[in-house]
């Protein structure tokens, strides 16, 4: 991804890929010099985002591809420890999660996409290093 020039987010989605307390929508970013996922969802008609990852221990909260709600739709589970987290706002709700909550991600939604923003501890991935050449294939 390209480092977006001040005021210019980065795509996540169209905005119609997220459906009400549906499936989320994840995509790859840098979290303090680190490669993480994070996901997106439509709650209460807004567009809310978070990194993929328990406040409890750092492992991925879906507990099938892009399924972050319980059955019910309310609530955000760790599909590992099922700390729940409140998805309007990434709080500990209950569970081993503590008062940490979940590490939000700054997105917007405008003329039909899904925007993220990057921040000081949220970075985009650097741009692919391409493989070297063997030194015999060099002209």
């Known amino acids: 991804m390209a480092e977006p020039t001040p005021g210019e987010g980065l795509?996540?989605?169209d905005s119609a890929a997220l459906q009400e307390r549906g499936l989320g929508?994840?995509?790859d970013l840098r979290y303090c010099g680190q490669d993480e996922r994070a996901f997106a969802l439509r709650i209460d008609g807004k567009v809310v985002a978070y990194l993929n990852r328990c406040a409890h221990v750092p492992t991925e909260l879906d507990w099938q591809p892009n399924e972050f709600l319980d059955r019910e739709g309310r609530y955000i589970?760790?599909?590992v420890h099922g700390a729940v987290y409140s998805p309007t706002t990434g709080a500990c709700v209950m569970g081993r999660?503590?008062?940490a909550g979940l590490i939000p991600v700054t997105v917007t939604e405008a003329n039909g996409q899904v925007r993220w923003y990057p921040?000081?501890?949220v970075r985009p991935l650097p741009p692919p290093t391409p493989p070297e050449l063997p030194a015999d294939a060099l002209p």
């Open 11 to 13: 795509m996540v989605c």
């Open 25 to 27: 929508v994840q995509w």
């Open 77 to 79: 589970v760790c599909a």
């Open 97 to 99: 999660c503590g008062r």
């Open 119 to 121: 921040s000081q501890h």
